[in-house]
Structures are given as C-alpha cells and as structure tokens.
C-alpha cells in the first residue's frame, strides 16, 4: 500500500487568537478561535454548530488582524479552514505572528 505525502507550499503557524467570523448575506458575527494561519489560509475551531459550507464567503476580524476576506474551503466539527481572498505579504503575517506570540516569534521562526 502506498501512501502520498503532502508538502505544503505555506508554512502554517499556530495562534489562539479570538475572531469574529460573518458570513456574506448571512447572521452574525460568529465567534471562534484562530487557531492555525499561513499567508493564505486560516483555521478556526470553537464554532459550535454554524452551518458554513464549501464556497461560502466569509469575513473574519481578529485582534491581530484586520479584517480578512476569504472562501469556506471546508467546514466540519465546529471547525472551518478559510482560503484568503488576498494572500498575506511575509510582513503582515510576521507582525500578526508577532502581535499574538510576542516578539521572540522570529527567533522561533528561524530556528
């Protein structure tokens, strides 16, 4: 039996950050939590029962953040994964990873 091995083109970076998450012409905001964010995707768990879909386009306020645009890639167990409607630049993501994980963040991300 032969297993394929996924190599991810964006490192993802884990975060517990709260968010708000609104689904276009929908309710809300939902709360959740960021827990997983790359320069074009994001995770969020703690959503409960929010009914999202494949394809549903959301916007996502977080601390850290501003305000991010992005499409349900899948949703699932009170989680959901978020592609970004604009990508990330490496500065942004780092002053986000910065702002949640404390300065010494870059020392990690180098090591």
Same mark, same amino acid.
């Given at each position: 039996?032969?297993?394929? $091995?996924?190599?991810? !083109?964006?490192?993802?970076?884990?975060?517990?950050?709260?968010?708000?998450?609104?689904? =276009? @012409?929908?309710?809300?905001?939902?709360?959740?939590?960021?827990? =997983?964010?790359?320069?074009?995707? /994001?995770?969020?768990?703690?959503?409960?029962?929010?009914?999202? !879909?494949?394809?549903?386009?959301?916007? $996502?306020?977080? +601390?850290? /953040? =501003?305000?991010?645009? @992005?499409?349900?890639?899948?949703?699932?167990? @009170? /989680?959901?994964?978020?592609?970004?409607?604009?990508? $990330?630049?490496?500065?942004?993501?780092?002053?986000?990873?910065? =702002?949640?994980? @404390?300065?010494?963040?870059?020392? +990690?991300? !180098?090591?």
């Amino acid at each position: 039996m032969s297993r394929m $091995l996924a190599i991810r !083109a964006n490192r993802r970076f884990a975060l517990r950050e709260p968010v708000q998450l609104a689904p =276009e @012409g929908g309710t809300g905001p939902f709360q959740g939590l960021l827990i =997983e964010l790359s320069r074009i995707t /994001c995770r969020i768990s703690n959503l409960g029962q929010l009914a999202l !879909a494949a394809g549903d386009d959301v916007t $996502l306020s977080a +601390q850290p /953040c =501003e305000q991010l645009r @992005g499409t349900v890639r899948w949703a699932g167990s @009170g /989680c959901a994964s978020i592609q970004l409607e604009t990508p $990330l630049s490496s500065p942004d993501l780092l002053r986000i990873l910065e =702002e949640s994980r @404390g300065p010494n963040v870059v020392r +990690q991300l !180098a090591g």
